[in-house]
């Protein structure tokens, strides 16, 4: 890999946000560097390139950071044009994938989230949720096939 289109994605394995963008790099076969991050125990270097949120992923691209997983998707398809492409061309269908990109991103991870972040009743509960949202998405798929 030259210089000249360094990539490195600052993540960490269990998060989705993270694999996410893992998946799309691969998906494109660019390859690329991982940092995995100690969430409890950040880098100075994700300090440094996500001053706002310190949060990963982070992916740096020839040296440039670029924070928040969507906005990377969106980098990563503008800046390698090979396919797969990951948002359709046309406007409308493109509208559609962004509507359920941010469905998982609000519904589905936040639910996630909780089932990590409760137990017993209430974590039943967010895993019943979860399983609801996940149908839900299935549904939405299936204008995609
Ligand atoms: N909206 C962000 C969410 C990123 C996010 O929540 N990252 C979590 C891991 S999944 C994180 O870095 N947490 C560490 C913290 O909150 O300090 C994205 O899509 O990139």
Not at 7 to 30: D, T, Y
Not at 45 to 63: D, E, M, R, S, T
Not at 127 to 136: A, G, P, R
């Amino acid at each position: 890999m030259g210089e000249e289109n360094k990539v490195i994605l600052h993540g960490m394995w269990a998060s989705p946000s993270s694999k996410r963008v893992e998946l799309a790099l691969k998906l494109k076969g660019i390859p690329f560097e991982f940092v995995e991050e100690d969430l409890l125990n950040k880098s100075p270097q994700l300090l440094q390139f996500n001053p706002v949120y310190k949060k990963i992923p982070v992916l740096v691209h020839n040296g440039k950071p670029i924070s928040e997983s969507l906005v990377i998707l969106e980098y990563i398809d503008e800046t390698w044009k090979n396919n797969p492409c990951l948002l359709p061309k046309d406007p409308y269908k493109r509208a559609k994938v962004r509507f359920w990109t941010s469905y998982v991103q609000e519904q589905l991870f936040e639910t996630m989230f909780k089932v990590v972040k409760t137990d017993g009743e209430a974590q039943e509960k967010a895993i019943t949720e979860v399983f609801e949202k996940l149908q839900v998405l299935e549904e939405g798929m299936k204008e995609f096939f």
